[in-house]
């Protein structure tokens, strides 16, 4: 079945860049998501790509998809305090309309003063 | 405005003691979903319904059970929480279009606690 890794923590100073790593298997994924989870809140949907497209930039986001090694990232420019929070990959191979999203376990981003 | 909506954010109850949990939308979405999160994991999908089509995951307890009397709101029940049913409990939608990008919206969650 389909698997979604991601590392688990990532601690950086304010005002640096974050870069979150994320690896799945589905090679027929169609969308992978970047969605941020704040502490006892539910999922805020960031971004997404096609994985036809190599990269999207959004403002402070930069997600960058290498779909041969099926590798995803997100680069968070000039890292702020509100920035930490759970983030999690998740990609949807379902051709339906039900899209099923598999989650990595995410990340927990630190960001230090 | 809130989109998804969850009510009570915070539940307490009983070993044994069947509980419902509530979701609500106003998008307009044919599609809700129900996942369980446990602390430090990734949301797990739990079933979902297109419409009033309900879908099961393979491996979600019989203990589970969802009803869907409209299009605005989506129940799920657990009829004999056990400790291990401790969890987020969180609601999404989408709209249902075959083909393209669909966002899923996500509520704030409910914390259920079992005593």
């Known amino acids: 079945g389909e698997d979604v890794e991601q590392s688990l923590f990532l601690s950086v100073r304010e005002g640096d860049s974050s870069v979150i790593n994320c690896t799945y298997t589905?090679?027929?994924?169609?969308?992978l998501y970047w969605y941020k989870q704040e502490p006892g809140a539910g999922l805020q949907l960031l971004t997404y790509i096609f994985s036809n497209m190599d990269m999207k930039q959004d403002q402070r986001l930069t997600v960058l998809l290498n779909k041969k090694d099926k590798h995803l990232s997100l680069r968070i420019a000039d890292t702020q305090t509100g920035d930490s929070a759970i983030y999690f990959c998740a990609e949807s191979a379902s051709p339906g309309s039900a899209r099923q999203l598999t989650f990595g376990s995410g990340t927990q981003l630190t960001v230090l003063p | 405005d809130a989109m998804v909506i969850q009510n009570p954010r915070y539940q307490v109850t009983q070993f044994g003691k069947p509980v419902t949990l509530s979701c609500s939308q106003t998008l307009n979405h044919n599609v809700m979903y129900w996942y369980q999160q446990k602390s430090s994991q990734a949301p797990k999908l739990l079933f979902h319904y297109y419409d009033k089509d309900f879908n099961n995951e393979a491996d979600t307890p019989d203990n589970f059970q969802s009803r869907r009397p409209n299009t605005s709101f989506c129940f799920l029940d657990i009829r004999s929480p056990g400790l291990g049913d401790a969890a987020m409990y969180l609601c999404?939608?989408?709209?249902?279009?075959?083909?393209?990008?669909?966002?899923?919206?996500f509520g704030p969650g409910t914390r259920l606690l079992v005593l």
């Open positions: 999404a939608t989408n709209r249902g279009d075959k083909g393209g990008q669909e966002t899923q919206y």
């Open positions: 589905d090679s027929s994924s169609t969308y």
